[in-house]
């Protein structure tokens, strides 16, 4: 086993660096996976609106990262003499991925919407809100270091990926915000949580539609 794992840390290490937000991004779909499938189970069980929701934030996360992963791995695989996707190819998968970042934006709105609404159908004790705290910043953490290793690297999958990661970083932001002002008592809660969450996942969808927009007019002016 510690041979092994010595032989997976140096392909890691040995790998460039694109390669390695690809590694570190595959990691995270079985977490998504089980996430994604927990809260869908609670959700069954509890009838509950946001968990339903929040469970198809997670599985748009999974598909997202699912896509561009796959589509990198296509890329590694070609030939030396087709190392290049087409133009046209390259186009249609960023244009995909923007449209898997104006779904997530939206269940991410839902997300906000329902908190807004109707509250948070979570209330956690002193240890919890600190624990849940802690999982939000380390997922905005996360993304941070996504965006500062992958800087100069300006891959269009690395690209959409980064996006996903915010938005990801977001939510958790969302729901520690949610967490810490409830263990405060802090009056109307859910409604400032929510409308903050919303605020956000606005911005996402803006995003993925102005890259979306780029794309047409991009595409209009190479018909004349």
Known sequence: MPKVMSYLIHLYNSASRES?????????????TIIALTNAGLAIHYRSIWMLVLSGYYLILLLARGYVIQHQRRRYKQSAQASLLSFQQERRFIFIGAWLLVALGIAFAGISAVMYKSGYPRHYGTVASYVVALMGFVKLIGAIVCLIQSWRLHSGGLGLLKSYS??????????TQYALLALEHFKNVA???GGFGLVLANLFIIIGLLNIIRLYRKDHQCQF
Do not use: E, Q
């Open 20 to 32: 390695r937000i690809m590694i570190r991004s595959s990691l995270t779909l079985p977490v998504s």
């Open 166 to 175: 915010l938005a990801d970083g977001m939510v958790g932001i969302v729901t």
């Open 191 to 193: 409604v400032v949580t």
